[in-house]
């Protein structure tokens, strides 16, 4: 087992803690363990795309009391806080696209009943694309992801049905390209405020090792700077329930940008979020 580069070694008890079956582990070098982990890696992949839809249906929040033990009183009691405030939930596949895939959904599935935000949002996407490239992004890349995107908002702007979106967002290819593009909106506003977003960043990277990192590559979980930088690019308003281990009983939300109404709002559970109605 590989923690961290090649040959480096995690110790026999922490092997055990994770894996009984490896207790008695001894390390050969001769064999490539960063290729065995990848190779694990792309099976649990595989495994969480065959049982998770990239979106699921709108489900009853009554669903949540089952992700959690009965016995769990503080999870338990913040499901009945949110019931008391909300009534279904759209969950998300957790691919670490989860946000990107979350936010856009609930986005495009609101302008399906209220078309009066396309047009400005059309513009700032296309803005955004002149941005990009005057940042160095070759069009040529761009155009594929931008031009399916905007294929996308066109068609929820004429005739698309909730049942032709909820396709689309489970449509892998489609998809992943919608996602995409949602990065690069978030990539293409921290570059261009990269003096003020700098200071948040930790170690020694600038903004453009920071997007190139942690903001454009697929299956890069999202932070509280992700956020800030695409509702503020973008101009939806989102609020984010906080589902945590905190004491209380109640559950926590953050409004971004502050003191704004949120246009849609997202469930946040360690390391996921979902769609609250």
């Known amino acids: 087992m590989v923690v961290g580069g090649r040959g480096t070694v995690a110790p026999p008890a922490l092997v055990s803690r994770f894996s009984p079956d490896m207790a008695d582990f001894h390390y050969d070098p001769e064999k490539n363990y960063d290729e065995q982990t990848l190779e694990q890696q792309r099976h ?28 769990d009183n503080i999870y338990q009691q913040k499901i009945q806080d949110l019931r008391s405030r909300y009534r279904d939930i759209r969950k998300t596949r957790g691919d670490g696209n989860c946000f990107y895939r979350a936010f856009g959904f609930a986005y495009l599935e609101r302008l399906l009943h209220d078309k009066s935000d396309i047009p400005r949002f059309k513009e700032v996407v296309n803005q955004s694309k002149t941005d990009l490239v005057a940042l160095g992004y070759p069009q040529f890349t761009l155009d594929d992801f931008f031009d399916t995107f905007l294929d996308v908002l066109s068609r929820v702007e004429s005739s698309c049905t909730p049942e032709e979106l909820f396709d689309t ?7 992943d390209y919608l996602i995409v ?32 990192q942690e903001v454009e ?21 989102v609020r984010v329930e906080y589902m945590d281990r905190g004491e209380g009983g109640l559950v926590n939300h953050h409004d971004f940008p502050e003191c704004s109404k949120p246009a849609i709002t997202l469930l946040y559970r360690p390391g996921h979020y979902d769609i609250l109605y």
């Not at 495994?47 to 009853?60: D, G, I, K, M, Y």
């Not at 978030?186 to 003096?195: A, F, I, K, M, S």
């Not at 590559?217 to 308003?237: R, W």
Request: with cysteine; glycine share 4%.
């Open 169 to 175: 967002f489970n449509d892998q290819g489609v998809s």
């Open 181 to 212: 593009t949602w990065r690069l909106l978030v990539t293409c506003y921290l570059q261009r405020n990269g003096e003020f977003f700098a200071n948040f960043l930790e170690g020694h990277r600038d903004i453009k090792e920071f997007c190139c």
């Open 217 to 237: 590559p697929m299956n890069k979980e999202c932070d509280h700077i992700h956020i800030t930088a695409l509702t503020s690019a973008v101009g939806i308003p």
């Open 44 to 71: 649990i992949e595989q495994e969480v795309a065959s049982t998770q839809a990239l979106v699921s249906e709108r489900l009853s929040l009554n669903q949540l009391i089952k992700d959690y033990s009965m016995e």
